[in-house]
């Protein structure tokens, strides 16, 4: 879908429609292999989140399941981290093979934290799919079983992430034009 809407407001595209519908089909087949046998819970953060899960969950050929958190992030994110959980998964976790599966990975320190609570809820294995990696951002290490794209360090919208709520619903991830971004008053 060619958006006229939004397109004066990007200045390029990073990943295409048709690059990021690629890499999506082959995370779902490297994650039918690695959980053959077993029915994985995929664990999906809202709101960035759920265009990745809803294709990913359609490229995975086992019996998955999904559950939704939505967390806000706590005083200075990045001084900690700290996040709120303001909305619960729906299911127990316990002894489950989950899989949280997540938007962009940038400083790492919501999934860090994120990790923590999912960790103390003693599921059978937790794993790390990102289909975004901005590592050159990483302040906390964490291990990812699967990743989409490298990003470099730039503020990407689009495939269902915002900025300030809007475009999400983009095909594509792409950058906003600069005079964009000062209208909307970004820091
Ligand atoms: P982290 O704790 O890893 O620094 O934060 C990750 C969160 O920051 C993501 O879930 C997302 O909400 C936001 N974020 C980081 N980089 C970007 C970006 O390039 N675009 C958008 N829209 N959100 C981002």
């Known amino acids: 879908m060619k958006s006229k809407f939004f397109s004066n407001e990007i200045e390029r595209v990073v990943f295409t429609e048709a690059e990021i519908e690629a890499v999506v089909a082959k995370m779902g087949r490297q994650i039918t292999k690695d959980y053959a046998g077993r029915s994985p819970l995929l ?14 969950m359609r490229h995975i050929d ?4 999904v559950d939704f958190m939505a967390i806000t992030s706590y005083g200075p994110k990045a001084a900690s981290g700290v996040v709120q959980v ?13 899989i949280v599966v997540e938007d962009i990975i940038d400083t790492g320190l919501t ?5 923590q609570i ?3 809820k003693e599921p059978a294995s937790l794993s790390i799919c990102t289909l975004l990696d901005k590592s050159v951002r990483r302040i906390a290490n964490i291990p990812l079983a699967y990743k989409g794209f490298d990003l470099e360090d730039v503020f990407v919208v689009g495939y269902g992430l915002d900025f300030n709520q809007a475009y999400r619903n983009l095909p594509y ?10 209208d909307l008053n970004f820091i």
């Open 86 to 98: 303001v909305k619960d998964l729906d299911d127990p976790i316990t002894k489950r093979d989950v």
């Open 111 to 115: 999934l860090n934290y994120l990790k």
């Open 118 to 120: 999912l960790l103390a």
């Open 62 to 65: 086992l019996p998955v399941s």
């Open 43 to 56: 664990v999906s953060v809202l709101r960035g989140g759920m265009i990745f899960v809803a294709d990913l």
């Open 173 to 182: 991830l792409g950058v906003l034009k600069e005079d964009r971004i000062k």
